[in-house]
């Protein structure tokens, strides 16, 4: 389980370089063409935006995978470990419904309803771009199925302690 994990995150951090080394070529290329020959790219924003929209997908799951995402725990750090860990749990489970429900089945849908869509600049429909929701929402949960198994097998922590808590 460790195994996958390791290759999922080096296969979304290789996409996450790959797609924002896009965004900075046609971000590049935007401002070329309409501060130095005068005549500005039709295709390079609506590309920006969508190129930005995965990119934030996919770096999203990575920071799932680190458990880096803001959580406010000063409270949960006051209680016990056992409850602690339970708390750790009952976020991951959130997390999977919020994930599956809004990602995978909005997603989806939202792909599925838009796929005939045409773009204005781009030679494909918009149903494809919205694909990145289910499968992003998929990724996430199997991270947090990964770190509700690693909780209960004690691999984890439940919570991380922060800088703060040890400065005090």
Same mark, same amino acid.
């Given at each position: &389980?460790?195994?996958?994990?390791?290759?999922?995150?080096?296969?979304?951090? =290789?996409?996450?370089?790959?797609?924002?080394?896009?965004?900075?070529?046609?971000?590049? *290329?935007?401002?070329?063409?309409?501060?130095? !020959?005068?005549?500005?790219?039709?295709?390079?924003?609506?590309?920006?935006?969508?190129?930005?929209?995965?990119?934030?997908?996919? =770096?999203? =799951?990575?920071?799932?995978?680190? /458990?880096?995402?803001?959580?406010?725990?000063?409270? !949960? /750090?006051?209680?016990?470990?056992?409850?602690? /860990?339970a708390i750790a749990v009952l976020v991951q489970?959130?997390?999977?419904?919020?994930? &599956?429900?809004?990602?995978?089945?909005?997603?989806?849908?939202?792909? &599925?309803?838009? *796929?005939?869509?045409?773009?204005?600049?781009?030679?494909?429909?918009?149903?494809?771009?919205?694909?990145? &929701?289910?499968?992003?929402?998929?990724?996430?949960?199997?991270?947090?199925i990964y770190h509700v198994i690693a909780v209960?097998? /004690?691999?984890?922590?439940?919570?991380?302690?922060s800088d703060d808590a040890e400065a005090v």
């Amino acid at each position: &389980m460790h195994a996958a994990k390791k290759v999922l995150d080096k296969i979304l951090a =290789a996409i996450s370089v790959f797609l924002f080394a896009v965004l900075v070529l046609d971000v590049g *290329w935007q401002v070329f063409s309409r501060e130095v !020959v005068g005549n500005p790219s039709t295709w390079s924003e609506e590309l920006a935006r969508y190129t930005f929209v995965w990119l934030g997908f996919f =770096a999203a =799951a990575l920071v799932f995978s680190e /458990r880096g995402h803001i959580a406010v725990d000063f409270v !949960v /750090r006051k209680f016990p470990e056992r409850v602690q /860990r339970a708390i750790a749990v009952l976020v991951q489970l959130t997390i999977i419904a919020f994930a &599956m429900v809004v990602l995978v089945w909005g997603g989806w849908r939202a792909a &599925m309803g838009a *796929w005939n869509q045409n773009l204005t600049a781009l030679p494909t429909t918009i149903g494809p771009m919205y694909l990145v &929701m289910p499968i992003t929402g998929v990724i996430i949960t199997l991270y947090a199925i990964y770190h509700v198994i690693a909780v209960l097998r /004690r691999e984890e922590i439940a919570v991380e302690a922060s800088d703060d808590a040890e400065a005090v």
